[in-house]
Every structure is written in structure tokens, then in C-alpha cells.
């Protein structure tokens, strides 16, 4: 079978954020935990959170040091994105690249894909 690579690529600056935050969690805190859960106006929102344990089937990235989860249930509208991390004068946070959006909402908080 072919390795086509992790599920959600990691940049640098984000598996940075991923270790300060690791390392400001509890002592339980394996790493964080990236979801997709239904919200916003256009329908779907990402969700960063930490992880106390590894899921059943529960897709593990490590990279930099640490590691991010993704949760089973979201795997299918993750494949070939990206995770990155940017921080300006007003604002800081987690960003995603997804190929698989098909429309994303004027504030940037929610996405919709088109299923067939």
C-alpha cells in the first residue's frame, strides 16, 4: 500500500504554537486535538482542543516534537490540508488551508464543502 503522507500537513509555525500550548496544558496533555463540528453561518467550523488520550482510529501527525490528532470524524474533510499558526498586532490563531473548501464565510470563522 502507498504512504501518500499525513492527512493535515503541520507547517513550523504551528507545531511551535502546538508545543507552548502542550507545555502550558495539564500534566495529562498528550497534544492538541484538530475536529470539524457543525457552526457558523457557512455551516462548518474547525476546532483546535487538547488531548488527555489517543481515540480509536484517530489519525496521530508528529512533527517539531509534538503531536496532533486528528478526530476520525473529520478526517474526510481534512485530507490535504494544511495547519499553520499566525499571529499579527490584533489577532492570533490557528489557520487552515483546505483544498476542500468550497466556500468559506466572509468573516473566515465557518467553511462549507460540496458534497456530490
Not at 32 to 56: D, H, I
Not at 85 to 108: A, L, M, Q, W, Y
Request: proline share 3%; with cysteine; aromatic share 8%.
Amino acid at each position: 500500500m502507498m504512504n501518500l503522507g499525513p492527512v493535515l500537513n503541520v507547517t513550523d509555525a504551528a507545531a511551535t504554537r502546538v508545543k507552548e500550548l502542550v507545555e502550558r496544558g495539564e500534566d495529562n496533555v498528550v497534544g492538541l486535538r484538530v475536529g470539524v463540528r457543525t457552526g457558523g453561518c457557512s455551516g462548518l467550523m474547525y476546532q483546535v482542543e487538547y488531548a488527555q488520550e489517543v481515540k480509536p482510529f484517530e489519525e496521530t501527525i508528529e512533527t517539531g516534537g509534538v503531536k496532533v490528532f486528528v478526530d476520525p470524524t473529520a478526517l474526510m474533510y481534512l485530507i490535504g490540508a494544511e495547519m499553520d499558526f499566525r499571529e499579527s498586532k490584533f489577532e492570533s490563531g490557528f489557520v487552515f488551508n483546505n483544498p476542500n473548501e468550497t466556500d468559506r464565510c466572509g468573516c473566515g470563522e465557518s467553511f462549507t464543502i460540496q458534497h456530490d
